[in-house]
């Protein structure tokens, strides 16, 4: 035993900080859970509220907002499952065609820098671009004679906007993890197929893309378990008072809920609610993504 611990203590010490950053803060704040069943008052503390049960689940469910916020939620996430996770898939698969190495990795780097901004930055410069008065934008579309883009005011924008910056910033950060797949795929089946007269397109269908399989299974999983999860600061940055009918989603509720009106129960309910939701559907995708064949998370 005692030869045991010391050929595995390093391992240990090495895990040690990823363990501590999650049982300090992923595992013990879910204590705060049970705010979500309590009449919860800074006041009297956690322990000194009083216990309601699913009171504010009740409440959730039965107010009219539930509705638009899980139709706004679901969309949103539906449009980024259609377009924005294949986009670093496709990423990956053009950056493996770049023969040149110079030129592949300039392209990189362009495509890496979006990942670095902030969503501050890349917001503010879309409402200079396109503010309805001063946007540069629609400043040159005037003079041309032609009429404005309320980009950032319309209703019928925000979705559209909202992904486009997404796909913008992430896929070129999200092909890392794809193109670390790729470079695990044998180039000799390459050198085989060529012989056999498969071109390029052949290649990326029968090799490339089943060499990622396991790869795009895993993220479409882990994927799901953000299903209710949909970035706060982004959205609430382009939200506004004109397209909030569109833009009002369950992060943003409850960030108006808890830390403005003070409403903290209920806006734990609501976030504890995300929370299962996610967990179901990471559960549910996983065991289908099994009963296919596939490798699943768990």
Do not use: C
């Not at 410069?125 to 934008?137: E, N």
């Not at 209703?155 to 910056?165: A, K």
Request: hydrophobic share 55%; net charge neutral; aromatic share 16%.
């Amino acid at each position: 035993m005692n030869a045991y611990w010391k050929r595995a203590f390093p391992i240990y010490f090495m895990i040690l900080p990823g363990l501590l950053f999650f049982i300090i803060f992923k595992y013990i704040p879910m204590i705060g859970i049970s705010i979500a069943f309590i009449d919860y008052s800074p006041f009297k503390g956690i322990t000194g509220s009083e216990w309601v049960g699913l009171h504010y689940f009740r409440r959730l469910f039965a107010e009219g907002d539930f509705l638009v916020l899980l139709k706004n939620t679901l969309l949103l996430n539906l449009l980024d499952v259609l377009f924005f996770f294949p986009a670093p898939i496709l990423v990956a698969l053009l950056l493996n065609e770049v023969r040149v190495k110079r030129f592949k990795t300039v392209v990189q780097t362009i495509l890496y820098a979006p990942n670095f901004i902030s969503w501050v930055v890349i917001v503010g410069i879309t409402i200079l671009l396109f503010a309805t008065g001063s946007g540069g934008v629609n400043q040159i579309l005037e003079h041309w004679g032609l009429g404005p883009i309320e980009l950032m005011t319309d209703p019928q924008y925000f979705r559209w906007v909202w992904l486009l910056q997404n796909i913008w910033q992430g896929a070129g950060w999200g092909a890392i993890i794809f193109l670390a797949a790729l470079s695990a795929i044998d180039p000799t089946l390459y050198e085989a197929s060529m012989m056999d007269g498969a071109n390029r397109w052949r290649q990326v269908w029968h090799i490339t893309l089943p060499g990622l399989r396991n790869v795009i299974v895993i993220m479409f999983i882990l994927r799901f378990g953000h299903i209710m999860d949909l970035g706060f600061e982004h959205i609430f940055l382009l939200q506004n008072p004109l397209n909030q009918d569109v833009s009002e989603v369950f992060e943003t509720f409850i960030y108006k809920t808890g830390l403005i009106q003070g409403d903290y129960s209920y806006s734990t309910a609501v976030g504890l609610f995300k929370s299962v939701v996610g967990l179901m559907m990471v559960w549910f995708v996983n065991r289908l993504a099994k009963r296919m064949g596939q490798e699943g998370v768990f």
